[in-house]
């Protein structure tokens, strides 16, 4: 059509004018084609290998679903930016599978997550959100008996603690009755002591008055009319 609306321009400078515009904006609009060609290539490229290295949909901007995203949003029926969402689905899934079989509950809710929002209608989600629900049961259930566990466990130690130090306290009070007993034994024992040696003082003194008694000497003193025998005691 550009080259019949050449021969009819003859030298029509205005005819020349807009065919010379039609053309440019005809080139314009097949460079666009192309860069935006080239860019899907280069998108669906990286957005495979980000596909191969489980870069799913993190980190922003850099992962294959949102370079799927950006295909589809350059070429809304482009059949290789579908399959390949379509495949990131399927990988969440899959991880999904493996962190319930591994009771793995952090890992299984991000990627059912994902999962939910990438695809919506996804035929595993629904079995795997029941089996998200039933493992955070167990969970809790495995935490309230380990908490019930724990618990018995600081009562049991609490109560032997407590009889430990009750034991301590009576084997203390023990020994303080066998030290005030020990110290009233000697307290008595030395006051049996004391009287046993003042009592052997006693008669130690008795004997040597008795000693002295016998060895009296008789002093006769004579008086006027009479005598008078006076016994001096040495």
């Known amino acids: 059509s550009t080259l019949a609306d050449l021969g009819s321009v003859n030298n029509d400078t205005a005819a020349v004018?807009?065919?010379a515009a039609k053309l440019s904006t005809q080139r314009n609009a097949l460079e666009q084609q192309q860069t935006e060609a080239q860019k899907i290539t280069e998108l669906l490229m990286a957005a495979d290998k980000d596909l191969a290295a489980v870069r799913l949909a993190s980190p922003r901007n850099r992962n294959a679903y949102d370079r799927y995203k950006e295909v589809l949003a350059?070429?809304?029926g482009n059949a290789r930016a579908l399959t390949g969402i379509a495949a990131v689905a399927d990988k969440y899934a899959e991880l999904s599978?493996?962190?319930?079989?591994n009771s793995e509950a952090d890992k299984l809710q991000n990627y059912v997550?994902?999962?939910g929002q990438i695809a919506p209608d996804h035929p595993a989600l629904s079995a795997l959100r029941t089996g998200q629900r039933?493992?955070?049961e167990q969970?809790?259930?495995?935490?309230?008996?380990l908490a019930f566990e724990r618990e018995r466990l600081r009562i049991e130690e609490e109560a032997r603690r407590q009889q430990q130090e009750q034991a301590r306290r009576e084997a203390?009070?023990?020994?303080?009755?066998?030290?005030?007993e020990e110290k009233r034994r000697r307290q008595e024992a030395e006051a049996k002591r004391l009287y046993e040696e003042e009592q052997r003082k006693a008669a130690s003194n008795k004997a040597e008055q008795q000693l002295a008694f016998d060895n009296l000497s008789t002093v006769v003193v004579e008086f006027d009319g009479f005598d008078d025998q006076l016994e001096l005691y040495g």
Do not use: G, S, V
């Open 17 to 19: 004018a807009e065919l």
């Open 74 to 76: 350059l070429d809304p």
């Open 97 to 101: 599978k493996i962190a319930l079989k």
């Open 113 to 115: 997550y994902r999962l």
């Open 134 to 136: 039933e493992l955070k």
């Open 139 to 145: 969970i809790t259930a495995r935490e309230t008996a």
């Open 172 to 180: 203390e009070l023990a020994r303080q009755m066998a030290a005030e």
